[in-house]
């Protein structure tokens, strides 16, 4: 295979048909980062022309293929925020078309019964492994007529490959890519249990749903060919390809469990990532404008182009994602925001109960989120909001009580008392002009209040934390603390 000359500005044909991408999973028990990016670029490919964008599950493969697993994929993919036109399409449920056009093929003189035995075939791999040959069907059966074969016996049909020659695909992302028809076997259409094989179906339903750009990862760029030799047995229209360049670790090597998770149900559920930020991130996993960073959905839809698709492959990093996505929290709606923390709230705390809490976590969120990269964190730093009292404090917040921490909390106690409105701003202002008149600085009093507050020693800014909490509670924590010294 070669390949040469830079990506290629996208072809008329992609814009004088209407488009029509597809994204075509094989359920694996959760949506695949990998996929997930191949499943966005679909999309936005089609949003991008007005186009369709289906969705097809390839679900042939039984054991693997559970109403589990492809719930996964819906699931993943419905939290990317990727809609689909059409019903999704069930490959296993089109075994008999598939079929069909095997038989169309053998009809046509484009494909042929095999009865080759596999011990025949064993032995056929056998020799080639001795030689040193590529390892390939030789075609034995391709000249042959079935009647020379043993009455009843099994067989499977295979295409004819072309026997000389070059195919060349023009991808829009690898440039020009040439193989020698030479490497192409008579693969298998259709197995001797009459059930088609992946290359089969793929073709087909390619057909039959109207596709017009293949976009998918690389790993596919040699059934390209392959599948490109039947296209034109059936003298179906071509495709256009796009293959993208697989993500890889931060290690340069192939994305595996070693690199964290691979789904992204765990970014989503155990990291918590927000949506947005995920996508922002995949989305700039391979695809870029410039140099820009932070993409909306709505602004990839615009800008999305296939000559924007980088030709290598792109290196998963979970850091930046983190960092982006706390860029994604600061600027999300604080209602939307507490919805989604509330849940951890309740994972974190039993009696928490988000009916009640959500309000309050929700005007929180302007402090709170200034610092957190991630849902988790939102949700751990807000448990203090909702401790029952006397609310207890760990072994940092109570070093902040040593020496004359308690004197200090009863004399602040009667500051605050005094104070009002019980605003933020407000309390400010009194408690930085009492530790003015008493010659401290602010530390001296924030740092027993934090830990009285918030039984921690680390919390968003202590008058936010008042305000948070009100008067009564703020006041009541307080004293929980002094009382129990006196
Ligand atoms: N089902 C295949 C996969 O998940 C994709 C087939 C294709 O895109 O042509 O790898």
């Known amino acids: 295979m070669s390949a040469s000359g830079e990506n290629q500005p996208e072809t008329a044909a992609s814009t004088d048909r209407q488009v029509v991408t597809r994204f075509a999973p094989s359920p694996t028990g959760y949506l695949h980062i990998g996929g997930a990016r191949t499943a966005m670029f679909n999309w936005l490919f089609a949003r991008h022309y007005g186009g369709k964008a289906l969705l097809r599950i390839e679900d042939t493969d039984k054991a693997r293929s559970t109403p589990e697993a492809i719930d996964a994929i819906f699931a993943g993919l419905d939290w990317l925020g990727l809609d689909w036109d059409d019903a999704p399409v069930f490959q296993s449920a089109r075994a008999e078309r598939h079929a069909e056009v095997a038989y169309q093929l053998l009809d046509a003189g484009n494909a042929y019964k095999c009865f080759a035995t596999s011990e025949e075939l064993e032995a056929m791999r056998a020799e080639q492994r001795e030689k040193k040959l590529p390892l390939r069907y030789d075609g034995r059966w391709r000249n042959r007529d079935a009647s020379e074969a043993p009455e009843g016996a099994p067989f499977v049909i295979r295409l004819k490959a072309p026997e000389g020659g070059k195919l060349t695909i023009a991808d829009e992302v690898q440039g020009s890519v040439t193989v020698d028809a030479r490497e192409l076997d008579d693969y298998v259409l259709l197995r001797s249990d009459g059930t088609p094989t992946y290359m089969l179906a793929v073709v087909v339903d390619d057909h039959d749903m109207g596709v017009t750009h293949i976009i998918r990862g690389d790993d596919h760029l040699n059934n390209a060919f392959r599948q490109l030799v039947l296209i034109r047995a059936m003298e179906w229209a071509e495709p256009v390809y796009a293959h993208i360049p697989l993500i890889h670790g931060n290690d340069g ?152 921490g308690i004197a200090v909390l009863q004399t602040v106690f009667s500051v605050l008392a005094e104070t009002a409105p019980w605003t933020a701003a407000t309390l400010e202002d009194r408690l930085t002009q009492f530790a003015e008149e008493q010659g401290h600085g602010l530390g001296t009093y924030a740092q027993p209040l934090r830990a009285a507050l918030t039984g921690q020693a680390r919390s968003p800014g202590i008058f936010d934390v008042l305000e948070l909490l009100g008067r009564e509670e703020s006041l009541a924590r307080i004293t929980d603390v002094t009382r129990v010294a006196a």
Do not use: C
């Open 253 to 404: 090597a192939k994305l595996s469990k070693r690199h964290g998770a691979l789904g992204v149900e765990a970014y989503r559920d155990d990291m918590g990532i927000v949506s947005d930020a995920m996508f922002n991130y995949l989305l700039r996993l391979g695809w870029g404008y410039g140099d820009r960073e932070k993409i909306s959905r709505a602004e990839a839809t615009e800008l999305f182009a296939l000559a924007n698709v980088g030709k290598s492959p792109s290196r998963f990093d979970a850091k930046k994602l983190v960092n982006l996505n706390g860029q994604y929290l600061r600027e999300m709606d604080d209602a939307a925001l507490a919805a989604l923390v509330a849940p951890r709230v309740a994972t974190l705390m039993p009696g928490f109960d988000p009916a009640v809490g959500t309000d309050l976590l929700a005007r929180a969120m302007p402090v709170m989120k200034l610092r957190a990269r991630d849902l988790n964190e939102l949700a751990d730093g807000a448990q203090f909001l909702f401790k029952s009292r006397p609310i207890g404090m760990d072994d940092k917040a109570k070093s902040l009580l040593e020496g004359d």
